[in-house]
């Protein structure tokens, strides 16, 4: 998707394709006991509204898309480094399962969830025993030439004491093949010590720079086929109906689909906390403007809540 719109774009994409949707109020309609909106400064300079309804629907939303990736990814990070400067180590791996261009995203999305149990049940304790100390699993979805392709991405914390990760990474690749297929091997590689902030990018942003970003957030990667927001983009551009059901089914199948998976001992080692959590808190940054509920209707009505951010952020 070449110079990419902004979220604001995409999300008027998909509130007009499911208006009657959580995400047609999200970013627009007042927070419950607001009395008006407040334009806030952010520590980075950016400009952004606060006071508003946020649906926080990974999947369908465009705005809180971002949102909640960039959250997560920032959680996955610290967790990450605290893991690597103790001592220890971790794999990135992605898992698929085979798919036709004809097959249903439901269909192909339950076979990749009965693949992912019955490979969980015993590979971690069974390849890597003692030194596993849990995963961090998200949910990636996209549309190629072969139809849907949900797919896993699972990042793996290993305790200190294993003196090469490549045997692990290669029974863990076979392990996957039994369940799978003989033609499916999973894609595991091991995270470099020094070079975790890029694993946090690449974790966050879908798949550019780095393990934990890719994980958590489809804000900027470039995936083998099109995203939900690539999907979204390609409907404003031409208007195609096959977009539009495409949309429509990927909004349909992931309803009420966790997209990222924690497991239960390293959410009591680390800090992850819902990222949706605390919106409805103002902090401390420059406020730089009141609006009334009348005033931001008629910004909303006009069109100019975006170019409005855009003024602010660059009057710094």
Known sequence: ?????????????????MPRERLAACGVVLRYGASGVVVR??????ACYSGLYRCGDFWRCPSCRVTLGVRRARQIETALRAHVDAGGSALLATYTVPHTRDEALPVVLARLADTW??????????????HYVGNVRALEVVHGVNGWHPHYHALLFVRPGLPF???V???LAERWSEVAGADWRADVRRVAHDGVAAVARYLTTDCLAGASYEVASPAAKVPAGRSYPELLYDYGRFRSSADAALVYEYASALHGVHHLTISPRLRKLYDFTDPAS?????ADEDVLALLNSDEWLSILN??????????LSRSR
């Open 1 to 17: 998707m070449p110079d990419a719109p902004c979220p604001s774009y995409l999300h008027r994409l998909a509130r007009a394709l």
């Open 41 to 46: 400064r952010l520590p980075d300079g950016r």
């Open 117 to 130: 149990r019955r490979y969980a049940r015993n590979a971690w304790h069974d390849v890597l025993g003692e």
């Open 165 to 167: 990760l490549t045997p």
């Open 169 to 171: 990474s290669v029974a």
């Open 278 to 282: 605390g919106w409805s808190q103002i």
């Open 302 to 311: 006009a069109g100019e809540e975006r170019n409005l951010l855009d003024d």
